[in-house]
T-cell receptor, first 113, second 115 residues
Framework: KAGVTQTPRYLIKTRGQQVTLSCSPI?????VSWYQQTPGQGLQFLFE???????NKGNFPGRFSGRQFSNSRSEMNVSTLELGDSALYLC????????????FGEGSRLTVL | AQSVTQLDSQVPVFEEAPVELRCNYS??????LFWYVQYPNQGLQLLLK??????LVESINGFEAEFNKSQTSFHLRKPSVHISDTAEYFC?????????????FGKGTKLTVNP
């Protein structure tokens, strides 16, 4: 069974640009969550999607948004990039919300210059 | 809201020595606890989990963790470490709200196993 797939793995952007990251969950998993990992703040929850609906949202500004498609694939978007948005963005999936463990992808490493 | 404290940011040990990585969580009526491991340039892999039942949980690669409700702890132990155990370890607690669930992570502990 294929794991969680994230694309792109690495990308470099400049301040003010926007970025879209993609996540394909494990087959059969319908819940997708996103986390941001930085050296200073550690791992922080961004949002969770299930059945194309945002179920939960972390404490991030409105520049961070996401969506989920009918095939459970998810994208997250960050607009008007700031230097502080440089991070590893991790996507995780599970069969449904509240079903325990998360299965993580390898992440998309974003560098903002 | 739930919170997790990992008491050591870095733990250096020699190969074949025992190790304990400490984790404390904020108290709650019921709690799910996890340990994840992250190798360089990779995502997080689940090491072990406590959902209910036996307070001692084990992983397939020799790690174990004990859920201690009175001390609100979930320390990770291994009796004899290998070079390949060098990685960052994250303790996490589930935070459930309105049918949704997120993981709240500690800041991580970098385990370095030296020959």
């Amino acid at each position: 069974k294929a794991g969680v797939t994230q694309t792109p793995r690495y990308l470099i952007k400049t301040r003010g640009q926007q970025v879209t990251l993609s996540c394909s969950p494990i087959s059969g998993h319908r819940s997708v969550s996103w986390y941001q990992q930085t050296p200073g703040q550690g791992l922080q929850f961004l949002f969770e999607y299930f059945s194309e609906t945002q179920r939960n949202k972390g404490n991030f500004p409105g520049r961070f948004s996401g969506r989920q498609f009918s095939n459970s694939r998810s994208e997250m978007n960050v607009s008007t990039l700031e230097l502080g948005d440089s991070a590893l963005y991790l996507c995780a999936s599970r069969p449904g919300p509240g079903t325990g463990e998360l299965f993580f992808g390898e992440g998309s490493r974003l560098t903002v210059l | 809201a739930q919170s997790v404290t990992q008491l050591d940011s870095q733990v250096p040990v020699f190969e074949e020595a025992p190790v304990e990585l400490r984790c404390n969580y904020s108290s709650s009526v019921s709690v799910y606890l996890f340990w994840y491991v992250q190798y360089p340039n990779q995502g997080l892999q689940l090491l072990l989990k406590y959902l209910s039942g036996s307070t001692l949980v084990e992983s397939i690669n020799g790690f174990e963790a004990e859920f201690n409700k009175s001390q609100t702890s979930f320390h990770l132990r291994k009796p004899s470490v290998h070079i390949s155990d060098t990685a960052e370890y994250f303790c996490a607690v589930s935070d459930r709200k309105g049918g949704s669930e997120k993981l709240v992570f500690g800041k991580g502990t970098k385990l370095t196993v030296n020959p």
